[in-house]
């Protein structure tokens, strides 16, 4: 069965990191491109970070471009966020997903999410 699962959310102060994971069954993640993705409160969907599956080139949306760090490691059939500096505008749910393609366009999988709050 095909799944992608997060983990790694919680509260967090403002100023501080969390790291999440997206772990991968039933597939191999080497052949797809991860994205991750929020969706705040209110709010639609949007993309925030993704890397290719050929070369691991990395985007970011401007928002959290220097906070965040997305990496993958496929021997472990895993992709991280690295997310520091954490501000509360960054309060979500957070998804993975993969595509099956160099690019984090038409998504094949989604994981279920993992929430995010940035509060003091």
């Known amino acids: 069965q095909v799944q992608l699962v997060e983990s790694g959310g919680g509260l967090v102060q403002p100023g501080g990191s969390l790291r999440l994971s997206c772990a991968a069954s039933g597939f191999t993640l080497d052949y797809y491109a991860i994205g991750w993705f929020r969706q705040a409160p209110g709010k639609e969907r949007e993309g925030v970070s993704c890397i290719s599956s050929s070369d691991g080139s990395t985007y970011y949306t401007d928002s959290v471009k220097g906070r965040f760090t997305i990496s993958r490691d496929n021997a472990k059939n895993t992709v991280y966020l690295q997310m520091n500096s954490l501000k509360p505008e960054d309060t979500a749910v957070y998804y993975c997903?993969?595509?099956?393609?160099?690019?984090?366009?038409?998504?094949?999988?989604w994981g279920k999410g993992t929430l995010v709050t940035v509060s003091s």
């Open positions: 997903a993969g595509a099956r393609s160099d690019y984090c366009l038409d998504m094949d999988y």
